[in-house]
């Protein structure tokens, strides 16, 4: 399946269905899709908006395409899922011992498993917070200054960066 307007349009009708049969159309949806490339383009638009969905509605079902996605080292159909749990604000559902098919993945991944920590991140989670917040991972700008913001509030700094931010010049 390829075609974005079709597949916007089900998603937008989905809201319209029962819980089970919106929930079966979004995993329909996911598991039919292709996408074109590895790049954030807006044919990864369905399956992020359908992960955002199911992530709401049955986070294990998700979880078991994810897996299956990881599996087939199906890079852009992991993306897509990944933000789409990104923006459902959901906790991580995989399982840690699974490779990630990208630099990519790993970064969003490691961005949502470090949104979701109680407490204190370890050493490792602040060096590939910093990282992604330099760049690595190839991901968006959004996804970079969260990353960012995340590493200035563990290291104490974010309050007095946003202070200097919002301080009105002296010229």
Request: glycine share 4%; aromatic share 6%; net charge negative.
């Amino acid at each position: 399946m390829r075609h974005a307007a079709s597949a916007i349009w089900i998603i937008g009708y989905s809201h319209d269905l029962d819980e089970p049969t919106s929930r079966l159309l979004m995993e329909a949806l996911i598991d039919v899709w292709t996408v074109r490339d590895t790049e954030f383009h807006e044919d990864v638009v369905p399956v992020v908006t359908a992960a955002e969905r199911l992530a709401t509605f049955d986070p294990q079902r998700l979880r078991h395409r994810l897996s299956a996605a990881r599996a087939a080292v199906d890079d852009p159909i992991c993306k897509a899922i990944l933000i789409g749990l990104s923006r459902a604000g959901s906790p991580p559902i995989w399982s840690p011992d699974e490779a990630w098919p990208s630099d990519t993945c790993t970064a969003l991944a490691v961005l949502i498993e470090i949104r979701h920590a109680r407490g204190q991140i370890s050493e490792l989670q602040a060096q590939s917070i910093h990282d992604i917040a330099m760049g690595w991972g190839g991901l968006p700008d959004v996804y970079r200054l969260q990353a960012a913001w995340i590493a200035l509030r563990q290291d104490g700094s974010a309050r007095e960066l946003l202070a200097r931010v919002l301080a009105p010049d002296d010229i």
